[in-house]
């Protein structure tokens, strides 16, 4: 490694490279991929599927991630690491012709910008920190998308994608990589502490036969759900059997927003999305969006029982801390509470809604969702105003979760579908749960939690099918 040629060219803070130029991704490959370059290639491709025609590459950038690698690992070994990292940025637009004058000052545009990513002076593990948005086939359903921020020459940018880093393979493996995208996740979506590769390294306990911190050899699933508590996101722990169960476990949290880890077949990695797609023989099924940190982001799973790592033995599920209802519980709470009104009533509305639940034209849908912005959205996901203005007096825990009676043939096209819903406190306790608020078409339900009793608010206005609060596109392909 040549710590001159690393640091750039003395004046010079980066580079621009036309990506039209036959042979340009090919030069950052055989610059920047070195021993691993796989995991390069991969984004680059993706980028320029994305359409970028160029890269500016920011040359000696002090990136949090690798520094604290750095201090905490390599600036320990016999061989000599460079102590800063470049970082790769991608525009779908061509190079400024103001690039060529000197006299004028060049700016990019920042609604071409796609995203970025470090690379490390790792010759073994050459892919840092990686926020790049997803390909446009994928994008709607990607539930786990966050907004980051970033600064080239002073200028701020932003993107929006899934956190990815590919594992350095001495001071983390892929669990390590796994829940740093996570925690990198939270970080950047619910303002949760950030926490650096050394730290997530530090959290997970040393012992139970698996050798040494550092080099890491790798992680036990007990290890890591003790290290996603350290780090502030108690986890729920699912052994799973067979690709039913991955779905109805870990569709609600992806639509909730939240990443999913799966461990099988000598591997860990993070699920941030699904698509449902159609079978040609009219069946539904899933296809899964993993964070694969061996070969690159937005990798498409098309079936969990033949996959390269099945069989998928476990999903961790990290939350926010004040989390403590899982959402299969909720939702059959949800579910159950609904039925019962609708069974309970004599409207001719509500038995015809029950009906279609009967007939599975209805099916429910689980979603966690901060309550301050289930509120705020009601009226722009089609609530009527007063019905709207109820459900914002009532008290509701900070997360919610939210059971929606989804209209099936709606849901599957991408239309607006939701019929009625049930809403959950995620801080209840385990053996008296009650659902805070539900409703079904003109009636709506409030649980008094300091009075232990309900306030039925009935004859209210109609309102059409809402839209679905889960992030990932129901809309089937």
């Known amino acids: 490694m040549n710590f001159h040629a690393w640091a750039g060219s003395p004046g010079e803070p980066g580079r621009v490279l036309d990506l039209r130029v036959p042979g340009a991704l090919d030069d950052l490959v055989e610059h920047y991929g070195a021993v691993q370059p796989d995991v390069l290639r991969e984004i680059l491709s993706q980028a320029y599927r994305l359409g970028a025609q160029m890269a500016v590459v920011e040359y000696r950038y002090l990136d949090p991630d690798y520094r604290n690698e750095h201090s905490r690992f390599y600036s320990g070994t016999f061989r000599r690491y460079p102590s800063v990292a470049h970082r790769i940025h991608f525009w ?171 461990a099988g077949g000598g591997h860990a990695f993070t699920l941030v999305g699904y698509q449902p797609i159609r079978r040609r023989d009219g069946s539904k099924w899933i296809q899964f969006i993993r964070q694969d940190d061996e070969v690159g982001p937005y990798q498409e799973v098309n079936n969990v029982d033949t996959d390269d790592y099945a069989p998928w033995m476990y999903l961790i599920v990290p939350l926010p801390k004040k989390v403590y209802l899982s959402g299969e519980k909720a939702e059959a709470l949800g579910i159950q509470r609904l039925r019962a009104d609708l069974s309970e009533s004599s409207v001719g509305e509500h038995q015809r809604l029950l009906e279609r639940v009967n007939a599975q034209e209805v099916k429910f849908r689980t979603t966690l969702v901060r309550s301050n912005d289930f509120k705020r959205d009601l009226i722009d996901r089609g609530l009527e105003e007063l019905t709207a203005s109820i459900y914002r007096r009532i008290g509701m825990s900070k997360w ?21 819903e049930a809403v959950i406190d995620s801080t209840d306790h385990l053996r008296d749960l009650n659902v805070l608020a539900r409703r079904i078409p003109q009636t709506l339900y409030q649980w008094l939690p300091d009075e232990d009793q309900h306030q039925v608010f009935r004859e209210l206005p109609e309102s059409p099918p809402l839209r679905c609060l889960a992030r990932v596109s129901q809309r089937v392909t």
């Open 92 to 262: 779908s637009a061509p190079p400024p012709e103001e690039l060529d004058d000197p006299h004028r000052p060049a700016t990019f545009p920042a609604a071409d910008y796609q995203g970025y990513t470090v690379i490390r002076p790792v010759p073994g593990a050459p892919i840092g920190r990686t926020m790049l948005q997803p390909p446009e086939h994928l994008r709607p359903y990607i539930g786990c998308l966050s907004l980051d921020e970033t600064n080239l020459f002073g200028v701020k940018y932003r993107v929006r994608a899934s956190p990815f880093t590919a594992q350095d393979a001495q001071l983390g493996v892929c669990a390590h990589a796994s829940l740093w995208e996570i925690a990198y996740y939270h970080h950047l979506e619910y303002q949760a502490p950030r926490y650096l590769p050394g730290e997530i390294t530090d959290a997970a306990p040393a012992g139970a036969g698996v050798g040494r911190p550092t080099p890491s050899l790798n992680l036990t699933v007990n290890q890591l759900v003790e290290a996603s508590r350290i780090i502030g996101l108690p986890c729920l722990l699912y052994r799973i059997i067979g690709s039913a169960q991955v779905i109805r476990l870990a569709c609600p949290y992806l639509n909730s927003g939240i990443p999913v880890i799966v």
């Open 400 to 420: 919610i979760w939210v059971v929606e009676a989804t209209a099936v043939a709606e849901r599957d096209e991408g239309s607006d579908c939701v019929l009625a």
